[in-house]
């Protein structure tokens, strides 16, 4: 039995503490918010749990095994180093540090004191992502050409950060998830309209071997928009993460260019067939990436998003931001 | 009576005929088109046509008033420019041409010999585009914040260009025409997967006023996707052109941004209220389009898809392709 | 405050009971349901209030107030006439009753005691009820032509009652809500595939003035269908209840017929023009119907959604049960 | 080649001509119209036909092999039969005719003079009814359940029939294609609303083996609806065709009930699985048709659209009628 301290209690922390408080092999000990509505709501529907507005309580709590910390960005640092200094496992929000060092530092304590990091990269737990990772590696889908997505919708700003830093940790947790080279380099634009930070932002990644990805994020969409498009030499993938059922479409279709004699001899074969939307497993994601953390501490093992997967988000993130900074430089990375 | 020659009758040709041949105040009299099989169509379908396979018999006729060239893009400026110097009025694909200085050329050219010419910006002219100029003008909209276009589909490819000067002269033509200020610079960045031309690429254009468009093209979507998101102070517009019915969504929504005491002390009001749809005039457009033409030739006036606006295309084509090669680099215009 | 007393916590109990327990006016004091994993889970839930498998011992309480009664529909008589007999207001689940004869027992029984009886007919309180009723009430739609519902699933299959008593009883309160003229004469075809009960069916409902409703129901659709539309003289409206966002859709369409001289002269004249979303009101409906059923027990008058209301509900069902058995023979009411 | 005259060329006589025209096979000959204008169009179009105002000169020409009749239906049987007393094949645009004595006097004098007859049952040379009739056929499928039709759009209204006349006979030609039982009675409900002929109206055809279809036509619909589910034992499919791709969409859902022990022991077992939409044929249905009723004609076999599918089809409307007439009696066939 995993027993939890949480901090933060905000948007996210409720569906991190019903999770874990579900769960067969954990259990919520410790819970710190520092707004006192918060703590009032939490000791309503946990009465037996510990309430408190200090961390320091969890970090040294000796009947605490793992801290989750589900916080602003700026905080995680802070927050994960003590619990693994007090030789606790920690849960972090994503995107994991406010930077490249932060992590580093993070990810060397965490080794030297034997402890498990998971970033909460929750996509990689949804049916959708799960089903994807899948076709692309059983060879279903064939060698990727693009990633292509929108995720756009009104609001809700951050105080904080940029729309990228919001909006796409998602996609970038996706696609490093995903494709299986490492990203070369980086372009960000965007603009400020309302807040001083980007609400408007594009980003393009390079990869070896021809890949490129590209998210589009907005915080100022009149509608919602949750969709990638994933263009492969085999088949062809739309992922449109609003639709209640079928969510995901491959297309039998693709295109084959021979060049036989100079430029105007280009023969141009396009291949049209068949799509499909297979069945997507419904279970929620956070409960199963929950409980593959419970499974990685209890076996001692590193989960997949662990820190340094926490880490190559963050670099992308960096790496976005000075590019924007600069108006669509490349960043190499 | 304005007296037609037509160079190309090609994949667009056939509709410029048909129009320029159906309206009152013109008249098709000679086709051109290298292709034999080309020729055998028109003499099915316009017997009292002349029909040669040598554009120079159409640009020394002296019955002919205008010539339309509806060829590819690297031999507008031969043709145009042979139309001009014989004292025709010139209708020519878009874009416009393959280069600034051509472009320019011809501009001066058509000055001097008091001529026309029009640059078939053929969306300026359908309902939905004619519908946006309308509410941007009259403040319905309010101040842009940004314009993002998703222009995707399988193929087709060209011989000639890359994705960017196939698809997206739609978009910078109608940029052009609904914001009224001038591009101050522009990022690119693409990929070639098959071809020698980049089939996935994506625009980001920098406006002053913080106004920004961004175009993602691709020739190798699974799905057909034509959507504009414009995004204003007062409401926001989706315009998604595979719509039969209800191209046009307005939005009455919208983000209050009012910073108090500092960073944690924003106060984000959004709004939201009814979404409108307004009935679009379903005129086709090449023929209101080539109507005006015939207008703009009559009372010897420009037309406002003139060279000037041909021009500002291919300028954003060509600083596009600059910032393409160099992955991103930023292009000011 | 009101005091409940809730027989049945199933699939829509819980519901209800969370409703009464938040709203200011009203509170829980206990609970009755046969399953003890049902009781189990109401006393991790709401430690404070009585539980029993006894609906008696709400009955007899002098306690309670009011009495929701959230079970299958062959239970509500026995329920609602002992909550009555004991003085006791009733909430009753839809359908009201199993037969005609039962719901006026209990009309008449409430007027007798001056109690109050409520049918849930939850959909009249849903933001898109509300707005269609506002908009045929201010005239906005003109007189009414039809009302074509689409009510289609897969499952859940009833035990007890047909696809018609399951599903229709929505549409009907919201027809009975909306039409003001009494329904004259009804229709029902069907087909019964796997069950001993009609899977599949179909409702025609004649209104005087050539107002016609239709139903389809089906437990045996591969989609979820939620789509009702209405043909009225002035506009026309699509009702789509499985769209999260702009559920109702107004149309500014119509027809106009003359005839001039005889058959061969009708002159057809279309209206086409713009289309309308107006947001809805997005509070809970069950939330707002249990408000108004608190304010009207206490102010002592009887809400629109009564036992009368119920009663017509029920006539309908009965009605359509009998075309049904004689293969869509007319029913008159 | 077998040389054809045409009677008819208004809306859908166009279709027929340039097809019948473009056949390897077929050649059109002459043409009749009684409008003036038709006429004038038809010699612009086609300067090599005979154009004529009196159906006579076709009936009588000996050039003529075979009479397209592509008028309004209480047309038909007089021009077909002229047809056929001068030993002309017959291509009747659908329904057949006004009444099913008609149909059976055309069908024998066709048999006796060892012609044919086909009627122009369209839909079923699509792509999508051709693989339903294929996924029907093949068992992938498996047991229909019922047919469930929506054909609603805002008019055309016709002059001379109602709404289920106008809209009905594509999907009682689908079913009598797909369905291989015979329709055992029929249940027509509607409503008159601007015309002297229903405008909204409903359709439920009994089969033995508890098939159940049903038709939902509309000219009063602000929206275009043309939705059809089929509910199978194995699969279900919608066709959605309005949609320009994925017009079919397969599922792989289903219910299994087993009552075991008495009404309260009902095991419901939902089975969900994957949804697939496969390719289909893009030739225009039309086109091959025509191409078949050559074949036919050449080959001296009767095409399974013949006078008896006309027949079966007819049979059905009149049926509707009368019941429509009686608000919804069952009318047996």
Same mark, same amino acid.
């Given at each position: 039995?995993?027993?939890? &301290? ?11 503490? =019903? ?19 918060? %703590? ?59 930077? %490249? ?14 402890? %498990? ?18 076709? +692309? ?11 292509? $997505?929108? %995720?756009?919708? +009104? ?34 634009? &965007? ?28 915080? +100022? ?9 994933? &263009? ?26 021979? $060049? ?5 001899? +280009?023969?141009?074969?396009? =291949? ?9 497993? =419904? ?14 501490? $209890? ?21 976005? $931001? ?9 960043? =190499?990375?």
């Amino acid at each position: 039995m995993i027993k939890f &301290g949480i901090v933060g209690y905000g948007y996210w922390g409720p569906n991190v503490v =019903r999770n874990i408080d579900q769960l067969d092999g954990s259990k919520v000990v410790a819970i710190c918010d520092k707004s006192p509505a918060s %703590r009032k709501k939490i000791q309503k529907n946990y009465p037996n749990v510990l309430v408190t507005a200090d961390a320091a309580e969890l970090m040294s709590s000796p009947e605490i095994d793992a801290i989750a910390v589900i916080t602003p960005v700026w905080t995680h640092y802070e927050l994960a180093k003590a619990a693994l200094e007090n030789g606790k496992h920690v849960f972090v929000e994503k995107p994991f540090t406010s930077c %490249r060092q932060q992590a580093e530092e993070l990810i060397e304590l965490a080794a030297k004191k034997n402890l %498990r990091i998971m970033v909460d990269h929750t996509f990689l737990f949804t049916g959708a992502v799960k089903k994807m990772a899948e076709l +692309l590696n059983n060879g279903t889908l064939g060698k990727v050409y693009y990633y292509d $997505s929108t %995720r756009v919708n +009104l609001g809700l700003f951050q105080h904080d950060v940029n729309v990228i830093w919001d909006l796409a940790p998602h996609d970038l947790s996706i696609i490093d998830y995903l494709i299986k080279e490492r990203p070369e380099a980086i372009v960000a634009t &965007g603009e400020t309209h309302l807040n001083s930070h980007e609400d408007v932002a594009y980003m393009t990644i390079y990869f070896p071997n021809k890949i490129i990805a590209h998210i589009n994020v907005n915080w +100022l969409s009149p509608v919602k928009v949750r969709t990638t498009l994933i &263009g492969c030499e085999k088949k062809m993938l739309v992922w449109n993460d609003v639709e209640p059922d079928e969510k995901i479409k491959i297309y039998d279709k693709g295109v084959n260019i021979s $060049s036989r004699e100079g430029l105007y001899n +280009l023969l141009v074969n396009y =291949r049209s067939g068949d799509m499909w939307a297979p069945q997507l497993d =419904r279970t929620e994601a956070l409960k199963d990436e929950l409980a593959y953390f419970i499974q990685c501490i $209890s076996e001692g093992k590193n989960p997949h998003n662990d820190g340094v997967a926490g880490l190559q988000v963050v670099r992308m993130l960096e790496a976005a $931001s000075e590019s924007l900074k600069n108006r669509g430089s490349l960043v =190499r990375l």
